[in-house]
């Protein structure tokens, strides 16, 4: 929690703090059956992702984003939020036919844009990417490269795109810590075939395997203090492909190539995530290799639409699995999802019937994915309630107590008993037991002083702890696509 208060500026808090006292000394707003018109959902303060991996010790809880969805100020408005997303990625607007449209002719507009709205808002970039086999301008896979012309192509590229916003993607923890977090570069991106054997792309026929180091070289001249990654899809568990990754870590690594992380992407299928064990071991095997390992691309998509209940329960675990995972490794640095909500997600326009791969739908509501990345950064526990940095999120029965705020709300009946030991200044507080049966909530939370509300407050600390039971569950409900 600590961490999480250094690393939010104090302008940030302020309105969170008035929120919350508001909040805090009004009567339990829970019989009301009108809230909505008070605390209109796309207002309320939520637990944020990012406050949430801060707490846990991880660097950052990131998002891919796109220059074109800025105009959606709803979008913006979560988007923006420090305890939300610490990290951005840009989807498209650094890749090369965006940067280097003709030979030598580098378009910086967009990639500035991206960096300028991360810088504003305090949060660290991750440079996406180099080199890959998509995304390329026509002048250069309409030519016939001899291998040295290729060769000088990609140095170009690479030297010139990571010396454009070297340095300008680092970011220093405000106020309290002289922390800084260097910039962060996918420099290779998707080398491998599933089945392990390299990807036969312009790079590969041309230069056989030379353009990794090629490139890695030129990036490293370009911003000597940048963490360079290998970046790959289809790696989150044992496999061919993430051993044929790892045995490349270890020859770049041994040739002493500047590589510093691999970045596995997690672009998962609902039901298809491996066990966490499993997911725990090769992350740690990749980090053994002396590289930070991140999770830059996470998305848990579904083949079938819509989604039933079950469903969107399994990919709130898959969710959840992925996160702990890199929670739990030391060596991961940090989540980044491929958009944080349906609205915007790659995957309809790449895979025809499939989708609904984010933790947010397209209302920008919370799914049951959402409190699987939150769960996902918090410890292990089989107790009644779980702790999101500081914030108490109510489990009732193992449930998650979770609705749209539009659901009906009729058919929620909780009845909390809170146990209150201290204050906000850890001073013991007198305060008896409440209980209280609400109905018409939605999202629980207790405050500190034993009152029971409907809407998410952040930093409120010194609930010794509640319990509870579920009478009845509310449905997240699944919209249109039916
Ligand atoms: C944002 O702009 C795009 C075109 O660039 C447009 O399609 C979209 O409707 C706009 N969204 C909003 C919320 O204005
Ligand atoms: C590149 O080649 C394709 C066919 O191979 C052609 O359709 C396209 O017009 C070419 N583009 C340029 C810019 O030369
Ligand atoms: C991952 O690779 C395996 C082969 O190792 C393949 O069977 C599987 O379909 C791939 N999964 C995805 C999601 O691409
Ligand atoms: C590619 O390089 C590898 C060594 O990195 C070598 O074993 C292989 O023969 C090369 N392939 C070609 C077609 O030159």
Redesign the pocket.
Known sequence: MVTVRRWIPVVLLTPILLTAAHSASSPPVARQATDDAVLPSSSLPRPGFNAAARSAGKLYFGTATNNYQWNDTAYVAILDDLAMFGQLTPAKVMKWSYTEPERGVFTWEMGDQFVALAEQRGKLVRGHNCVWYNDLP??V??TTWTAPELAEVVQEHCFNIVRHWAGQMTRCAPVLTRICFSDSWDVINEPFNDDGTWRTTLWYNTLNTSYIPLALHAAHRADPHAKLYINEYNTTGPGPKASALKALVRALKAAGVPLHGVGVQAHEVVGQVPPLADVKRNLGEFAALGVEVAITELDVRFVGLPPDEEGLERQRRDFETVVRACREVEGCVGVTVWDWTDKYSWVPASFPGEGDACPFDVDLEPKPAYYGVLDGLQEETSSASRKYGAFQHIKLNHEVVRARYDAPAAQWRIRVRVHRPTDTHGNSASGALAEEEIDDVADVLVTVDGSVSRCWMPEIVGIGGFEGELHHSAKYVPKGKT
């Open positions: 026509a002048w896979t309409n």
